[in-house]
Nanobody, 130 residues
């Protein structure tokens, strides 16, 4: 059974950092991409970043470019999202999702629907506040 579990969320002050983790089980990483999404209260879910597990290719939404960094650890079947210089606008529930590389990248870019993605985690809350 495919399963994703996020962790690492919490309360952080503006300007601070958090590292989110997305632990995957029930499938191999071959040909798979992982995407990070977020949904703030009253807003539509949006794509944040994605990574191809095989070749490490990455994508970042303009709003996080230069502040967030996505990486993967094959041995641990885990993808990370390092978030630096956080601001209150980054407050949201953060989710990771998995699917084939082309599909996950298209969804994160907003070019395809997220409705049919293979797997989602339950989410982790990130709150940026003083």
């Amino acid at each position: 059974q495919v399963q994703l579990v996020e962790s690492g969320g919490g309360l952080v002050q503006p300007g601070g950092s958090l590292r989110l983790s997305c632990a995957a089980s029930g499938f191999t990483f071959d040909g798979v991409g992982i995407g990070w999404f977020r949904q703030a209260p009253g807003k539509v879910r949006e794509g944040v970043s994605s990574i191809s597990i095989g070749d490490g290719k990455t994508y970042y939404a303009d709003s996080v470019k230069g502040r967030f960094r996505i990486s993967r650890d094959h041995a641990k079947n885990t993808v990370y999202l390092q978030m630096d210089r956080l601001n209150p606008e980054n407050t949201a529930v953060y989710y990771c999702a998995a699917d084939f590389v082309d599909r996950i990248f298209a969804v994160v870019r907003g070019e395809a629907t997220s409705k049919y993605l293979e797997a989602w985690g339950p989410g982790t809350q990130v709150t940026v506040s003083s």
